[in-house]
């Protein structure tokens, strides 16, 4: 059974940090692409990052470039999102999603993933 599990959300003041991760089990993670995406209240659900399977590619939305840092441990079946200088605009449900890395759209679009994580509530206020 392919689960992705995002941890790390949580209520942090403007300009703070957060850390998210993304577990992954039940595929062979390296056959995969990982991406961010987030949903905002009242929003559709946006791309925010994506890291290839081997960790040689990123792509990243303008609104988060220069803040946020995509990496994998492929060691250990881990995604992270190092989010930087967060702002009010980035609250939202993050998820995180498994792209196949062969064959598929790159990034990953938000439509063709394969598997979804249930997401994780980043709420950013003062």
């Known amino acids: 059974q392919v689960q992705l599990v995002e941890s790390g959300g949580g209520l942090v003041q403007p300009g703070g940090s957060l850390r998210l991760s993304c577990a992954v089990s039940g595929l062979a993670f390296t056959n995969y692409n990982i991406a961010w995406f987030r949903r905002a209240p009242g929003k559709e659900r946006e791309f925010v990052s994506a890291?290839?399977?081997?960790?040689?590619?990123?792509v990243q939305s303008d609104s988060v470039k220069g803040r946020f840092t995509d990496s994998r441990d492929n060691v250990n079946n881990v995604v992270y999102l190092q989010m930087n200088t967060l702002k009010p605009e980035d609250t939202a449900v993050y998820y995180c999603?498994?792209?196949?890395?062969?064959?598929?759209?790159?990034?990953?679009?938000?439509?063709?993933?394969?598997?979804w994580g249930k997401g994780t509530l980043v709420t950013v206020s003062s």
């Open positions: 999603a498994a792209d196949q890395a062969f064959g598929s759209d790159w990034p990953p679009q938000d439509s063709g993933v394969d598997f």
């Open positions: 890291i290839s399977w081997n960790g040689g590619n990123i």
